[in-house]
């Protein structure tokens, strides 16, 4: 709500949505299906650990938004994500499903999503768990 007061534009596309009451967001780091059940593995150091998450930039466009999510460390060690863009879902339109999300990147270099950058970042906390 902050970047809302700040900047019109995102405040236009964020004042409809309801997301007073956002409370599951997560960053996907790995999915087994994609990256296999040693990447998923791999994060298991971390498991119930809490890492610290920066979220640099906001996207969205007609159908969803989405928050540029860069992971922190976890005692000196860098938590990364395999996924090739690492976000938090905001919101989708009805009918679209929240992996659509991993687009707005893309759709941003065609003109056909928007971008605002979270300057200074804001950082949250989350605990890496397993679902």
């Not at 007061?5 to 299906?33: I, M, P, Y």
């Not at 920066?54 to 938590?79: H, N, P, Y």
């Not at 499903?97 to 979270?118: D, F, R, V």
């Amino acid at each position: 709500m902050q970047l809302a007061a700040k900047n019109s534009e995102a405040g236009a596309f964020l004042k409809d949505k309801h997301l007073e009451n956002l409370n599951k967001a997560h960053v996907t780091l790995a999915h087994k299906r994609s990256h296999g059940v040693t990447a998923v593995a791999s994060y298991g150091t971390f498991l119930h650990k809490t890492v610290p998450v920066d979220l640099t930039k906001l996207f969205f466009s007609d159908k969803m938004a989405a928050l540029e999510a860069s992971l922190g460390s976890v005692e000196g060690e860098r938590v990364v994500s395999k996924n090739e863009w690492p976000h938090v879902t905001l919101w989708t339109a009805e009918g679209v499903a929240a992996k659509e999300a991993n687009k707005l990147p893309q759709l941003h270099s065609e003109g056909k999503a928007t971008c605002i950058a979270i300057d200074p970042p804001a950082t949250i906390d989350g605990t890496l768990e397993f679902f």
